[in-house]
């Protein structure tokens, strides 16, 4: 017996287009298993795998200038970017097209521009902030050092010069130090600064006590 699946009034899928790609009919079924689920727990939440596999399809579907993302894929490209890295992260995104934006895309988000690292910065104001949002006062402190070439780079997003030793300011590094647009005074700081060579970060991670556990 023939097998056809109607989209619509002017398009059918005949059987052996279904044949010839099977992966429309496991798709189907998936769907189908995907929604008696949510029937079963009164569930009308979608899942990670439905917004990935509905922002592929869309995306193939357009021109590669017009590839959009919506908020859960690029939630999981930014995780995704940050424990893989970059060179981790191109290779999957190339070879999985309409997957995962690009990374000049996802530096340009907004979340990820508030919660980007800017150099010499300390987020004490955004600390007491999550710190009093948790109801602690508790954290575990930590500092990693490691050595880095010797490179001066531009920042776009501070307008502002990374790489040289911070100035400080009553024993606090200065943020957004080296920011100028005279030529003079950028190649004067080249020959003048010192050059940072190694790298140092500052972590912290409030710890619950064991009554807001139990709430």
């Not at 894929?73 to 290779?91: K, Q």
């Not at 602690?136 to 997003?157: G, M, P, R």
């Not at 010069?161 to 024993?171: A, Q, R």
């Not at 130090?177 to 003048?192: G, I, M």
């Amino acid at each position: 017996m023939a097998e056809s699946i109607v989209l619509n009034d002017d398009t059918i899928l005949s059987s052996s287009f279904l044949q010839k790609h099977p992966i429309l009919k496991c798709l189907i079924n998936l769907y189908k298993i995907i929604d008696d689920q949510n029937n079963e727990d009164n569930s009308e939440n979608t899942s990670f795998l439905n917004y990935f596999l509905d922002n592929i399809s869309s995306n193939l579907c357009r021109s590669k200038n017009a590839y959009r993302y919506n908020e859960p894929v690029l939630r999981f490209a930014m995780a995704f970017h940050v424990l893989s890295g970059n060179i981790a992260y191109e290779f999957v995104r190339l070879n999985v097209p309409g997957a995962l934006p690009a990374l000049s895309t996802l530096q340009g988000l907004p979340l990820n521009k508030q919660h980007r690292m800017k150099e010499a910065e300390f987020r004490f104001d955004s600390l007491s902030a999550h710190m009093n949002s948790l109801k602690t006062n508790i954290a575990f402190a930590a500092e990693d050092c490691t050595a880095v070439i010797k490179k001066i780079s531009y920042d776009s997003l501070t307008n502002s010069f990374v790489g040289l030793v911070p100035h400080l300011n009553d024993g606090i590094p200065t943020t957004l130090h080296y920011q100028t647009d005279s030529f003079k005074k950028l190649r004067e700081c080249f020959s003048t600064e010192d050059r940072s060579h190694l790298i140092n970060i500052h972590m912290i991670q409030p710890i619950f006590t064991f009554c807001i556990w139990n709430k």
